[in-house]
């Protein structure tokens, strides 16, 4: 079939379908009542009341759990990213060089940044010793050492990262509180608050 | 299961907080007053800028705290540290750590001065220092060893190549000798010959018997 041939048939239709449709006056009138008896459809409002109605949904055993681990894995994410503004004992790195300066013994190297260092005092009369130190911002109460259960030596093992820590202990007794330097380490030298504090050269020098 | 959409919103926010609810960092410097904590912050700012640690002279101001020390007294003794460590920084030079920092510094307080210091400078010397200059504070500062006597002793043992473990073996030894009699002078002389460059130093005895404290501070409390 070609072109030719099809343009009368389509011309017709076309005329056809423009005719325009005739419709009885009385049937549009029926129409148009009944279309202005309907109610006018009004506008929605947001139905508080909805939220509180309970719903009801189906979950399997497995995609809860899935649900669930997804939940902590993102309040994991976000501890851990609030937490990196924090202190961090680990922050140096370590020369490794063993170096043990007497009255402190290195007893574990725990990793390659933090030492364990125990700490020794003698202290016979002393109802509560504590370690205080620029490790511990000088907080009484942080450290507390213990009693040797059958001896007068107090003491206490800390984690300290290499380099040189000044420290002293704060003995309770019946003499009052008294704030001693270590007798078995060097003596940090300017004690200008009136205290004599010790040097502590944790893992050798750092250069 | 039901569950209203407001009480999956609680929830979930529950389950949220323990995220944000991290214990609060507090800046134990927020004990002191406003001006005393601002002097304090502008020096350890100005330690930053010079390139100077700054951690050293915070654990002063935090020590001034738990001494329960005037703020004055505080911001004194924090700006004195300071410019220790200025003095020890231009003595030393650039290339060292931020303990031989420290510990320059509190020889400054000792009274040596920073002439001696200069003469630790290490470039020719590779050796730490660390060792030597606290070993160094405690000779002059404990024992009473003349500066200079003590000063040129070490120096020399240093410059000969003496690492930590030299330096803690000569003061534990000459720590001994001192308690058995000794004068201090006279056991640092003696030891010091001992010293052999190059040798391995002998094993200093990490369980050195504690005495008890000598002459202790009492405080108020």
New interface residues.
Partial sequence: MIEDELDPYVEWIAREARRPVQVDAAARARLMSAVRAEPRPRRRRLDVGR?????????SPMMSLATAAG?VG??VL??FG??R???SLANSSSKG??????????AVRTTDTVRIVNF?????NASKVSL?G?FN????GEHLMTRAPNGD?WSIAIPLTP??H?YA?V?NGE???????D??A?????D??????S?V?VG???? | ??????RTALC?AC??L???A?EP?VD?LAKLDPTSRFQVELILDSARTLGIPD??LR??A??????H?NPR?IVA?VR??FNNMRVAKIALGN??????Y??A??????GVSSATLTQFR?EKV?Q????AL??L??L???HGIPRDEASSTILKMWQEGA???DF?GL??RV?RDILSGQSPGIALQNRVREFVPGRAPDN???????????Q??????
């Fill in positions: 939220l509180f109605e309970p719903r009801s949904f189906t979950l939940l993102i309040g976000l501890g609030t937490y503004g924090g202190r060089v063993a170096s043990q300066p007497p009255g402190q013994q290195e020794v005092v003698l202290a016979p205080v620029d911002e000088w907080k009484e030596a380099g040189r000044v202990f003995i003499n009052g509180t008294q704030w001693v330097a007798p078995t060097p003596l940090a030298p300017g200008a608050f009136g205290v004599p504090n040097v050269l050798g020098s750092s250069s | 299961m039901s569950w209203s959409p407001l979930l389950l949220a323990p995220a944000t991290q960092i134990p951690r050293p654990s002063t935090m020590l001034g705290l738990s001494r020390a007294t003794v004195q540290s290339s060292i750590s931020e303990d031989e420290a510990a510094a509190s020889l400054l307080n000792a290490r590779a730490p220092l660390s060792g606290i070993v504070g405690d002059i500062t404990r690492g930590d473990a803690y003061w534990t720590d200093v005895s990490p369980t050195a018997p504690a005495r008890p404290p000598e202790p501070e009492t405080t108020s409390s």
